[in-house]
Each structure stands twice: as C-alpha cells, then as structure tokens.
C-alpha cells in the first residue's frame, strides 16, 4: 500500500476510486481484505487529513458521476471528518483536557505489551505491526483494536488515542480523540462499541477465531460536562503580507497566494508536540509540504517552530489558515499570547456553514448533509 505526498497523485487516487470502485463500497466497505488490497475502501484519509484534497471537492467529484442515492453512504463517511472538527471546534475543552489527562497516567507494563505487540490476542498484536509498519488501519479494524485495547486490556482511551496519532499517516486531532471517546461510551453517553469475536472473524474472512475477548462490559464513565461554546476566530478586514500554513490544511489552491509576499509552511517538531510523531509520519508530512511547494511562484519557505518564533519576535501582523482544534492550534494560541500577535484566520465557508450542525449527535448532521450540498452547489 503506497501513500503519495502530491495533490496530483491525491486526485488520481480520487479519479481511480470513482470509476473503478465506489459502486461496491457500501456492500465492502467494512471487510479488512489486507492491507495489500484497499479497492473497497478509498484510502484517501492521509491526503484529507492534510487537505492536498478536501471533503467537498471530493463529494463534487463523485456527484458529478453518480446520483446522491448511490453514493450515499460514502459521502457519509467523508462528512463524518467535519462533523468530528465541528464538534470539537464546539467544545475545545474537550482536546485539552485529553493532553492534560495524557501528562498524569502512568504507562504500565500492560501497556508496553500492547505498543509492542506482545499480548495473548494474535489479531492485536498484528494490527500493532502492521500499524508500524504502514502507517495505516482499516477504520473497522481501528474499532475493534480500540474496543479490545479499553474493555479486553483495560488500558486508559487517551494512551490509545496517542498511539494512533504516532504512527498513523491520517492522524486527525478531532477524528482521532472523538472517535476513541466514542468506543469507549463517552461521546455518545452510555452507548460504548465492543468488539466482538464472531465480528472480526467474518470481515476478516475468517483470518481469526475463536479470540478471547472481553464482549460484555460496561461503557466508562467520565463526570467532566463540555457545554458548547461559541465559535470565536480571530479576525480582521485588512490582509496581511505574509500567510502561514500549518501540515494539517494544506489546500491553498483556492487561496489568493498571489497577494502575499512571503508563504511560510509550518511543520512542528516532536518538541513542541504533546503526542509526538513517529519519524515515518513526520517524513511524510515534510515530503507532503515540499510537493506543495514545488508549485507555489511566491517567495515561499518551509520553517520549523525556532524559526517562526524568530518570525513572531520581529512581525506581529499574519494571515493564517486556520489549523482547527489540535495540536497546531494549542501551539499557535500560546504563541498569539506570549508575542502579542494580531491574526487574521483565513476559513472556509464550507467548514464554518458545516459546523452550526455539530451542535448535536451525527444522525442531525447527517440530515443535513443535502442542505450543505446544495448550498455549495457540490451535488
């Protein structure tokens, strides 16, 4: 399986699974064939996490060949994405105190089996290497290893969590976080996801069997309330000479970049990371910005976190694109805080429309979602 680092090949990945692919993607989509063999799902998750191509464009390209109705499911699937960054853009508290819990478990001998994958459950300890070794998982499968990891191993949501965002190409900020809260029984109050046996073993044809699992517990309880917060991004009417880009949206196609004097690309250093990358991760984020590059005329530079604060010491006025909630963000408020600096947050009309309805559970987004398409004229 081979995750390229270009829009170009992004979009010829999109092009393939649209014309060869899709059509079965709701009767396949949650069989784990191998990770030599994706057709049934599209494998676009790197390249959305880091918008070389977005959910709208994507869900323009597959409506302009195939009615709503057929492709249904799939344009599900890739709006869950923004109803995840709506619903955390909602309630922020909930990322910080994910970080915060992260600085006080203590990481048990348990816990070093399964980041090793050295525990008595063979398809665990498979998906720990495969994750390792391609950076990737299919979703279903991402379900049952969190499920065993909380019920079966008993090991806190948040070293999973950070797990995932290590070494997975995809890693997202609010898909991550959200949907292990959502295993656990903590999104969705009450209402936990448990991997079963007979489960794994049909969507994996039978690879496993008889695997000893935990399948009857309860969902964890968490007293902590998030009430929902306005939405408050900084802004201003005058555009500034200089743009900054963090890893995580990188689509600047749309943007006016003529207008700007100097593009600076972010990528943070595991340094001033609270989940650190693994080193293949970082690569490729680094690969992913310079192919970005390569096709920008502006005077552009691809820096790290010394040399932007250096930027931050001598110029207080930036347009930024907005990173979202996560790791970027928390960086990036410290630093407006501790430089005094006056931001203007570049955001899509899509995503702010999208977010007024992840004020509640996915079944009112999903409702929505013919509304959003035809408000953007994606449909």
């Known amino acids: ?25 709701s009767l396949k989509r ?17 390249y959305i996490s ?30 869950w994405r923004i109803y995840w960054k709506g619903w955390l853009e909602l309630r922020p508290e909930v990322w910080t105190d994910f970080v915060r819990d992260l600085n006080t478990i203590e990481e048990s001998k ?16 498979d998906w720990v290497k495969e994750i390792k070794e391609h950076n990737y998982l299919h979703n279903h499968t991402r379900m049952w290893f969190a499920s065993i990891w909380i019920f079966t191993l008993r090991l806190p949501w948040q070293k999973g969590a950070e797990f995932f965002m290590k070494y997975l190409l995809d890693g997202d900020a609010a898909s991550n976080t959200l949907s292990w809260r959502w295993v ?52 201003n009417n005058s555009r500034n000479d200089c743009l ?3 890893e995580n949206d990188l689509s600047v196609e749309n943007l006016k970049i003529k207008y700007y004097k100097k593009i600076y690309f972010v990528l943070l250093e595991n340094k001033s990371r609270s989940l650190k990358l693994d080193l293949k991760v970082f690569n490729y984020k ?76 996915y079944f009112n987004f999903k409702s929505n979602i013919p509304k959003i398409l035809a408000k953007f004229q994606l449909n």
């Not at 992004?10 to 899709?22: M, V």
């Not at 959910?55 to 799939?74: A, D, F, G, M």
């Not at 996801?193 to 496993?208: C, E, G, V």
């Not at 347009?319 to 005094?340: A, F, Q, W």
């Open 1 to 25: 399986m081979k995750f390229y680092t270009s829009r170009e090949k992004a979009l010829e990945s999109l092009d393939t699974f649209i014309n060869n692919d899709i059509e079965n993607y």
């Open 30 to 46: 949650n069989y784990d064939f191998s990770p030599i063999e994706r057709k049934n799902v599209s494998c676009l998750s790197p």
């Open 50 to 79: 880091h918008r070389l191509i977005n959910e709208y464009e994507i869900s323009k390209k597959v409506l302009s060949k195939y009615p709503y109705q057929k492709v249904e499911k799939y344009i599900q699937e890739i709006y």
């Open 110 to 125: 348990n816990y070093y089996l399964a980041i090793n994958g050295q525990t008595q459950i063979e398809c665990f300890n």
């Open 184 to 235: 656990g029984g903590l999104q969705t109050k009450g209402k936990h996801y448990l991997a079963q046996s007979w489960n794994i073993s049909k969507f994996l044809n039978k690879q496993y069997e008889n695997i000893e699992l935990v399948e009857n517990a309860l969902p964890l309880i968490d007293n902590r309330e998030y009430k929902i917060s306005p939405i408050e991004i900084q802004k």
């Open 244 to 246: 900054i880009v963090f």
């Open 286 to 361: 680094k690969k992913i910005i310079k192919d970005q590059l390569n096709k920008i005329d502006n005077s552009f530079e691809f820096i790290n976190e010394n040399k932007i604060e250096e930027l931050f010491e001598n110029c207080k006025n930036f347009d930024i694109v907005y990173p979202s909630i996560g790791e970027n963000m928390s960086y990036l408020t410290k630093m407006i805080k501790e430089k005094k600096l006056i931001i203007n947050f570049i955001t899509r009309d899509e995503d702010m429309f999208c977010w007024n309805f992840s004020k509640k559970g």
